[in-house]
T-cell receptor, first 114, second 111 residues
């Protein structure tokens, strides 16, 4: 499979629990992005990496959110002490080197906090 | 004012007609402009992008950019029911940077 892969596809968790999502970008794509999308809205930027370096974080990314890309390949997004407002689709995208701006999205992880 | 604005719709057109989707943006420094299509429950998929003023055509799709008016549009010719989806406009300030999305316009193509 040559596309962006995200796991799990769906996650239901109780409020207060921690969750972790994984994203495997397209092979050799240097840039990896995380977005969050709620119903009826466009995706909102959370953070992005150039290889293993986290270059930008949105103000939306509170202290409960952390993202890593330790070896410049896959990335994880962790949400600690989940709240009902965290329920959303979490989208990962990747793009080749900075000279190529096209970003390709994975299928997303739908999080439901109950 | 949102950075990227789109009419949420729904926009309804008959099969075979031209669908016109519009988007305005607030940051004059924006460099790249993208149109994504998103089917219900699915992730966005890239339709096309445009960097320079004018028109860019790809099959049934034409993107139009007017930087002076801070306006970008997408025309879909010979609309098909399979084009029914939400169309997301996105802008990028810096090459390779983050995408800033509008809220999307829902398009419905009636047979």
């Amino acid at each position: 499979d040559t596309g962006v892969s995200q796991n799990p596809r769906h996650k239901i968790t109780k409020r207060g629990q921690n969750v972790t999502f994984r994203c495997d970008p397209i092979s050799e794509h240097n840039r990896l992005y995380w977005y969050r999308q709620t119903l009826g809205q466009g995706p909102e930027f959370l953070t992005y990496f150039q290889n293993e370096a986290q270059l930008e974080k949105s103000r939306l990314l509170s202290d409960r959110f952390s993202a890593e890309r330790p070896k410049g390949s896959f990335s994880t997004l962790e949400i600690q002490r989940t709240e009902q407002g965290d329920s959303a689709m979490y989208l990962c995208a990747s793009s080749p080197d900075p000279g190529n701006t096209e970003a390709f999205f994975g299928q997303g992880t739908r999080l439901t906090v109950v | 004012q949102k950075e990227v604005e789109q009419n949420s719709g729904p926009l309804s057109v008959p099969e075979g007609a031209i669908a016109s989707l519009n988007c305005t943006y607030s940051d004059r420094g924006s460099q790249s402009f993208f149109w994504y299509r998103q089917y219900s429950g699915k992730s966005p998929e890239l339709i096309m992008f445009i960097y320079s003023n004018g028109d860019k055509e790809d099959g049934r799709f034409t993107a139009q950019l007017n930087k002076a008016s801070q306006y970008v549009s997408l025309l879909i010719r010979d609309s098909q029911p399979s084009d029914s989806a939400t169309y997301l406009c996105a802008v990028m300030r810096n090459q390779g940077g983050k995408l800033i999305f509008g809220q999307g316009t829902e398009l419905s193509v009636k047979p």
